[in-house]
Every structure is written in structure tokens, then in C-alpha cells.
């Protein structure tokens, strides 16, 4: 059981927009930054955001992140079929240790 | 293109011990932590700890605190995860990973399975 709480499965169609959820504690989420993975089938994660809304250089702006509280998302825009994959958030504990959420499966019907 | 190069997939037998090895270019090798984590098949990451190469300090998750070892070696820019008294448990694929104290960033290894089984 996760520390941070994501939701197993979201789906959407091509071109919408979704939000996929992260929720933690005051000493995780509220006082850490957040950051987001998205892993494609077969491959290691890659970083898409960074300290709650940072994207690293060649992230599409597509994809956005905020924290309000002790919850994150994730956002995506423009669904592409190559979006799907699975979507981590992670955060410091507080305690020295890096804790990540369960995932997101995110389909794209 | 894989900027961090792990070494190869190991079968071990329970209550082995396993050493991976995570080898970086020197740009990546000063200057920012070496994060490993873990995931077992069809499962979520699990974030393990971390060394600092620059003087060898390291950090682990309690869950790993007494059997994981992380080590590096400056002559050949490469850092170390040593994981001992295996179980079906540890069969998972290990990553290392670039990042800051905090956070597990930009580089990632290409993973390396280990699968514990009698």
C-alpha cells in the first residue's frame, strides 16, 4: 500500500483531456515537491514534471503538473494514442526517502 | 540512447546475494545522485535509496536498510546496488537513475532483471 494514492486506470478519448490524481500527506505531498514518470510498455520511466510544475527540456507542453494541498495531478491535453502508459508521482517523504505513488494505467479508447 | 549502462540480467537462488552495476558517463557521474528502483513484474516502482558518488554517502529505504549496499568506483565513473538474502520477493527489474537528493530525474539505466527462484 502506497504512501501516495493514485487511481488504477483512467481512460479518454484521443484529443481530450484528462487529469490523473495523486494524493498524499501534509509531511509528503504538502511540504515535498512532486514529481511525474510516464513508463511505456517495456521501458524504463521517464521524467515529465518536476518540482510540481516543471517540465525537463523535449517534455511536451502537453502535459502539465500542479499541487494544491496535500493532492497533485497530472495533466494531459490533446490525447494522442502514444500517451498511453503508465503515469507515477512521486515525492519525498520527509524523512529521506523518495516514495512513489501505485500508477495510473491510462488508456486512450 | 541509454546515457546510464546496467549490466546484464542474473538468476540467483534464494538467500544469494546479487550485484548490479550502473555504469555513467563522467558528466553524470559528478554532481548528481545515483537513485535505484526497483519493479516486480506487472507491479508499481519502489524506490530503494541512493549514493552520492562524489564522496560514496548513501541513503536507503528502511524497508532495504539492512541488506542493500550501494557502493561506487570513481576510476570507471560506476555505481554499485548489492542486495543480499534473496527472495521470490526481489525478482523485480532494477534501475539506477540520475536525480538530485530529493528527486529521481533526467537519466535512466535501461533496467536489469533479476529473477530469484530455486
Known amino acids: 500500500q502506497s504512501v501516495l494514492t493514485q487511481p488504477p486506470s483512467v481512460s479518454a478519448a484521443p484529443g481530450q483531456k484528462v487529469a490523473l490524481s495523486c494524493s498524499g500527506s501534509n509531511s509528503v505531498i504538502g511540504n515535498n515537491y512532486v514529481s511525474w514518470y510516464q513508463q511505456l510498455p517495456g521501458t524504463a520511466p521517464k521524467l515529465l514534471i518536476y518540482?510540481?510544475?516543471k517540465r525537463p527540456s523535449g517534455v511536451p507542453g502537453r502535459f502539465s503538473g500542479s499541487k494544491s494541498g496535500t493532492s497533485a495531478t497530472l495533466g494531459i491535453t490533446g490525447l494522442q494514442p502514444g500517451d498511453e502508459a503508465d503515469y507515477y508521482c512521486?515525492?519525498?517523504?520527509?524523512?529521506?526517502?523518495?516514495?512513489f505513488g501505485g500508477g495510473t494505467k491510462l488508456t486512450v479508447l | 540512447q541509454v546515457q546510464l549502462l546496467q549490466s546484464g540480467a542474473e538468476v540467483k537462488k534464494p538467500g544469494a546475494s546479487v550485484k548490479v552495476s550502473c555504469k555513467a558517463p563522467k558528466y553524470l557521474f559528478t554532481g548528481f545522485y545515483m537513485h535505484w528502483v526497483r519493479q516486480a513484474p506487472g507491479q508499481g516502482l519502489e524506490w530503494m535509496g541512493w549514493?552520492?558518488?562524489?564522496?560514496?554517502?548513501?541513503k536507503y529505504a528502511q524497508k532495504f536498510q539492512a541488506r542493500v549496499t550501494m557502493t561506487r568506483d570513481t576510476s570507471v565513473t560506476t555505481v554499485y546496488m548489492d542486495l543480499s538474502g534473496l527472495t521470490s520477493d526481489d525478482t523485480a527489474v532494477y534501475y539506477c537513475?540520475?536525480?538530485?537528493?530529493?528527486?529521481?530525474?533526467?537519466?535512466w539505466g535501461q533496467g536489469t532483471l533479476v529473477a530469484v527462484s530455486s
Open positions: 518540482e510540481n510544475n
Open positions: 537513475a540520475t536525480g538530485d537528493m530529493t528527486t529521481v530525474r533526467d537519466y
Open positions: 512521486a515525492a519525498w517523504d520527509g524523512s529521506l526517502s523518495v516514495v
Open positions: 549514493i552520492n558518488p562524489d564522496n560514496g554517502g548513501a
